[in-house]
């Protein structure tokens, strides 16, 4: 059991090093293909819609192949496709490209929380904040790599292809501690399943999901931004807002599960959204840029345990009398949770547009708060739906 966490541990830091070697890189993928900020803009965008789809049709693909299938299949398109990115010659060709990689990133988010799951099961506690750090550690890493790529005067599709290597290295390396779960079609037995669209608490998971995505979101494409404009600092200084808010998330997911396994997942919800709320709300309001820094490193770890726990709580609701189950339930979580990456900076900016970014993190600040509601109807609901489904056993 020890192989399949360090598995999927690994498979989570592989995700994450995939998003921290192209982001850093967006400047000089704009200054090679001489790109205007509004074509760059809806190329980038093709990550998100890919995205998007693959993480609503992965949850069938995982139940149908099973998880380590789904999990290689899905890392090693990634790793093909990477390259292509920095080799893209035109703007429409980056889009399309982008298209691709988010479809991947997508069906490999999907199939690693599944995984996740299944080792949960198999250990008996909740350790999915841990796995979530992994990617929050790949993320780091990858982007440290890449500012040193970059002050190298390598180009991306050098760097790239270099990242893609070592992705593909270390997949095999951990290709047999990851966990396997029974194809649909190799299981005996069927259990009569609810369509996760028709149950309240997925849609409650979904909201909880969602305002992590739109409020995690704004830290990492606005935070620099808002300490400029309401802290007045320079943009080096500025930058620190989001290594601040991705330092205390990676830490606080790597004690996550322990705090979970004593407190409960709806008690560190609630607490988690409490933080998450004040800070990003004393970011915005608060015109000294230290008091703004602390705000995000509360922002990052109020945030850090609501994406993974939702997901987690997710697979417990889809499980099956065999111990098997969850696909579909984890799929449509992370389907709505996209949703917040694609409408959050259109929300964000209109806001600001209309009165100022300080209000937009004012009501991101909101958002992230509204998990506390959430999480506690989400409990209630699914203590309903186990006492109705014992009642009529």
């Known amino acids: 059991m020890v192989g399949n966490r360090l598995g999927i ?8 090093a995939v998003y921290g070697s192209w982001a850093p890189r967006v400047p000089a993928l704009a200054e090679r293909l001489h790109a205007a900020p509004g074509s760059l803009g809806l190329a980038l965008l093709g990550a998100s819609i890919g995205m998007l789809i693959a993480a609503s049709m992965s949850g069938r693909l995982v139940e149908r192949f099973g998880v380590r299938a789904a999990i290689v299949a899905s890392t090693l398109l990634s790793c ?17 490209v982008m298209f691709g990689l988010g479809a991947s990133v997508g069906m490999m988010d999907v199939s690693m929380n599944i995984g996740a799951v299944v080792v949960e099961r198999r250990l008996g506690r909740a350790i999915m904040p841990l796995f979530h750090a992994g990617f929050s550690v790949g993320g780091l890493v990858a982007s440290g790599a890449a500012g040193l790529a970059a002050a190298g005067g390598w180009s991306p599709l050098r760097q790239f292809v270099l990242v893609a290597v070592v992705l593909l290295v270390a997949l095999l390396l951990m290709l047999h501690g990851l966990p396997r779960s029974t194809p649909r079609a190799e299981r005996t037995r069927r259990t009569a399943r609810v369509a996760p669209i028709r149950r309240p608490v997925l849609w409650l998971l979904a909201a909880i999901a969602l305002c992590s995505a739109v ?3 704004a830290s990492s494409d606005w935070s620099a931004l808002l300490v400029v404009t309401a802290q ?19 830490a606080t997911r790597l004690g996550g599960a322990w ?11 609630v607490a988690g ?14 015109p000294i840029a230290g008091i703004a820094y602390a705000g995000f490193g509360l ?6 345990a609501a994406f993974p726990i939702a997901l987690g709580l997710a697979g417990a609701a889809g499980k099956r009398d065999d111990d098997s189950g969850g696909e579909r339930e984890i799929a449509f979580v992370t389907t709505i949770a996209y949703s917040g990456f694609l409408a959050g900076p259109a929300l964000i900016g209109g806001i600001a547009q209309l009165t100022s970014l300080s209000v ?23 203590r309903r739906e186990l006492t109705a489904a014992v009642a009529g056993v």
């Open 259 to 269: 705090v979970q396994r004593r407190v409960g997942a709806t008690r560190m919800l």
């Open 273 to 286: 959204a409490a933080l998450a709320g004040s800070g990003l709300i004393i970011a915005a309001a608060v």
């Open 299 to 304: 922002a990052g770890s109020g945030l850090a």
């Open 215 to 217: 409020a995690e979101g």
């Open 232 to 250: 007045h600092v320079d943009q080096a200084a500025a930058a620190l807002a989001f290594s601040v808010f991705s330092l205390t998330m990676a």
């Open 360 to 382: 937009s993190f004012v009501v991101v600040g909101l958002l992230a708060a509204l998990i506390a509601p959430a999480a506690v109807a989400a409990g209630r609901t699914r």
């Open 80 to 96: 093909v496709i990477l390259p292509f990115v920095g080799a893209a010659g035109s703007v429409l060709a980056l889009g399309f």
């Open 9 to 16: 541990f690994v498979v989570f830091a592989l995700n994450g």
